[in-house]
């Protein structure tokens, strides 16, 4: 037989002096949102990931946002300019990475929209999503989209951000993308990666969908742990996501805080160490519920700040029938969409290439109502 557990991820906190908005203000002893350092000795001594300081980029801190539902999400907040300076409502930045990603999605390509936009401040704020990451997982295991929209809302108010823009990729594009026609008058700017709203699905499929989700969950409870037994086998494993797969270098990005110790007991008795993930294993199952193309349309037809959408060649997405159809709803904006060489994950495979489109995008939104922002 064989026996799986986790073995518990220690981690040291360290609260800071202030809060990691940059206003120059002391915290309220009951304030949620600090900055922390983690110790990861046993992450970080086995997976090899060039440092910030190494690239020439600026260190991130990590983050972590208490939520009003209980839980808490974790993150990584770059910025530029100084611990005073304060960025312009249209240079800070939520970034919201796929599904089953992380906020180390934005690793690469955070320090260089920083860079390039220069020299003036901007903040990025890239999340673990609920359930995702080193953040809390639902009690609930309700991940609908919205729950991460209201999630995301909790996070801008501890943040004291009026007005911010959003980045969000593949499914974190979805979130955004609602996020913004909830809140239009709250978003500055949303870029797209290599996504254009929510994946829909007829009203009529939804009772198959209903009855597939449930028996999916159904067969998971007797399901064992994923188990790796090294670093490189993870990678190798991520890298198998047919469409949403990533090269195995690039996806060691993820895994300082997309997996954690475990160990496994062999048949002989033997107990051999290794890895699983820190995912949700309800994410690995299909959701309860989907989207309807009209329901998209409802959000999206709100948008009303300028849109970039960095589609991959060989992504998921292309300007399709279907994606000139889903620009039109957008009539309070105007909507870019720039085609770039690469797979889904071309925002980490080619950082440099990704950045330098959304970079030279939003340089060109510096005129009228948005260089005021």
């Not at 990475?97 to 929209?113: C, E, K, M, Q, T």
Request: a neutral charge; aromatic letters at 6%; charged letters at 20%.
């Amino acid at each position: 037989m064989l026996l799986c557990k986790c073995v518990p991820f220690h981690s040291t906190h360290f609260p800071l002096s202030k809060r990691i908005i940059a206003q120059g203000q002391e915290p309220e002893p009951s304030s949620q949102l600090y900055t922390h350092r983690t110790d990861m000795t046993n992450m970080t001594s086995a997976i090899s990931v060039p440092s910030a300081a190494v690239l020439g980029h600026i260190e991130p801190q990590e983050c972590s946002f208490g939520l009003r539902n209980g839980i808490t999400l974790r993150g990584r907040h770059w910025k530029s300019g100084g611990r005073e300076a304060k960025a312009r409502d249209c240079r800070r930045f939520i970034a919201v990475h796929g599904f089953l990603d992380n906020a180390g999605s934005f690793d690469l390509l955070a320090p260089l929209v920083l860079k390039q936009l220069g020299p003036e401040p901007v903040e990025i704020v890239a999340l673990d999503l609920a359930g995702h990451g080193l953040s809390s997982h639902r009690t609930t295991e309700d991940y609908a989209l919205w729950r991460y929209v209201e999630d995301i809302d909790q996070v801008v108010e501890q943040l004291g951000w009026h007005r911010h823009a959003m980045i969000g990729h593949s499914m974190g594009g979805a979130i955004s993308t609602i996020y913004t026609g909830l809140y239009g008058s709250r978003v500055t700017l949303l870029v797209l990666l290599d996504n254009f709203g929510p994946i829909t699905r007829d009203v009529e499929d939804q009772p198959d969908h209903l009855l597939e989700h449930i028996q999916e969950k159904r067969s998971l409870a007797a399901k064992r742990l994923p188990f790796h037994p090294t670093i490189e086998s993870a990678c190798t494993a991520r890298s198998h996501g047919g469409a949403y797969g990533i090269q195995p270098e690039f996806a060691r990005y993820l895994m300082p805080r997309g997996l954690k110790p475990t160990e496994k007991t062999m048949e002989d008795g033997k107990v051999v160490q290794g890895w699983t993930w820190t995912t949700d294993r309800i994410l690995t199952i299909r959701s309860a519920q989907s989207m309807s193309e009209a329901y998209a349309q409802a959000f999206m037809s709100r948008i009303s700040s300028p849109v970039l959408a960095v589609l991959a060649e060989k992504g998921m997405l292309s300007l399709t029938e279907g994606q000139n159809e889903r620009v039109g709803w957008i009539q309070k904006a105007k909507v870019t969409i720039k085609g770039v060489p690469g797979s889904h994950s071309v925002h980490m495979e080619d950082a440099p290439v990704v950045s330098e489109s959304i970079t030279s995008w939003i340089m060109e939104q510096n005129a009228g109502e948005v260089a005021k922002l």
